[in-house]
C-alpha cells in the first residue's frame, strides 16, 4: 500500500466540523496530521476531538512543515488568494 498523503487544515472550524471535515477524515489515502487557526485554543481542542497530532502556531509553519504534503484551506474566502500562493509557493 502506498504511504498516504499527509494534509493539514488552516481554519480549523465550522466547516471542517460538519462539512468537508468528516468526509477527509473517511477518505483513504490520505491523512489529517495538522491544524491551526487563528485561536489556539480552539485548534487545540479541534485536534483533541479528531485526533490530529499536530497544531500549528501559524499558517506559514504549517505550510513550510515537511511534513505537510497538502494543505486545506478552510477560511474566508477573502483570504484564500493569499494562502493559496503560500501554499503554491512551497510546492504543495
Do not use: W
Not at 487544515?9 to 468528516?22: D, F, L, N, Q, Y
Not at 490520505?30 to 480552539?42: C, M, N, P, S
Not at 499558517?59 to 486545506?72: F, G, Q, R, T, W
Request: with cysteine.
Amino acid at each position: 500500500m502506498n504511504k498516504p498523503m499527509r494534509f493539514a487544515i488552516i481554519g480549523c472550524g465550522a466547516v471542517t466540523e460538519v462539512k468537508s471535515g468528516p468526509a477527509y477524515q473517511q477518505a483513504e489515502g490520505i491523512a489529517l496530521i495538522g491544524v491551526t487557526r487563528r485561536d489556539l485554543e480552539k485548534a487545540h481542542d479541534y485536534a483533541k476531538r479528531h485526533n490530529v497530532a499536530k497544531v500549528f502556531a501559524s499558517p506559514s509553519e504549517l505550510i513550510n512543515d515537511n511534513s505537510v504534503d497538502a494543505v486545506y484551506i478552510a477560511t474566508p474566502p477573502d483570504s484564500h488568494k493569499a494562502f493559496a500562493l503560500e501554499v503554491a509557493a512551497a510546492g504543495k
